[in-house]
């Protein structure tokens, strides 16, 4: 893409969402950023930067400021769903982006992102994956003319956030990287500081249609931003 860019947020105090939101308001490009939230993005600052406080399970508390945005990035969700039960996962991770994704397209966003999951299936067994699965069903069919789907595998966070699994898990997966080969590269864990770097990326590509970026794809948009 090029020109002015114009890009709103929904879950951008997050761990990906900030530093994605970061990557965005570092590009010269960016004429207006949008982030929607429970709370303002701390350190987020720029004469460009708009950050709307909002419900954000109810659409009419952020709708009025949609319009006039080209792109969406979507990085809400729960950090940690063994945490929380199943139907608070789904009004989180699936009804609020959709929501959010129905908005926008009426408002007329052209190029929607989304952090999704590896693996996800509308049929899978695994709720998580299901639910993801049906997710991305929906947003398909709002017909964005740019549907950009991240399906990351772990993402490695510089700090332990969650605990003892959590703990274990940073420790191990990067080792896991060079056996990680082939059809399985798509499982390689992925630096949380390139992630948010290649949604901020991939806004100044060109496109059209559904997009899947797995870790080839998502280290590649990263290195760059």
């Known amino acids: 893409m090029t020109g002015p860019v114009s890009v709103v947020m929904l879950g951008a105090t997050g761990a990906v969402g900030s530093r994605a939101a970061a990557a965005v ?5 960016v004429e207006r950023l949008t982030t929607i939230g429970r709370r303002p993005v701390e350190g987020l600052e720029g004469d460009f930067v708009s950050q709307h406080t909002a419900d954000i ?8 400021v ?12 729960v950090g940690e769903p063994s945490k929380v039960d199943k139907e608070q996962f789904v009004k989180i991770d699936k009804l609020a982006v959709l929501d959010f994704a129905t908005e926008c397209k009426r408002a007329g966003v052209q190029h929607f992102q989304l952090l999704s999951s590896v693996g996800v299936d509308p049929e899978s067994r695994s709720f998580f994956l299901r ?6 069903d929906g947003l398909k069919a709002l017909g964005f003319e740019r549907l950009s789907l991240f399906h990351p595998s772990m993402i490695l966070t510089p700090t332990n956030r969650y605990g003892v699994s959590q703990a274990i898990v940073l420790r191990v997966w990067p080792l896991l990287k060079f056996a990680l ?3 399985l590269r798509k499982y390689r864990g992925i ?15 060109t496109g059209a249609g559904v997009e899947t970026l797995e870790w080839d794809e998502v280290r590649a948009l990263g290195e760059r931003g």
């Open 181 to 183: 080969v082939g059809p």
């Open 57 to 64: 399970f109810d659409p009419s508390s952020y709708r009025d």
């Open 191 to 205: 630096a949380v500081e390139t992630l948010g770097h290649a949604f901020a990326a991939n806004v100044r590509t």
């Open 131 to 136: 639910c993801k699965g049906e997710l991305e």
């Open 66 to 77: 949609l319009a006039g945005h080209r792109t969406a990035i979507c990085t809400l969700g």
């Open 25 to 29: 308001a570092r590009d010269p490009d």
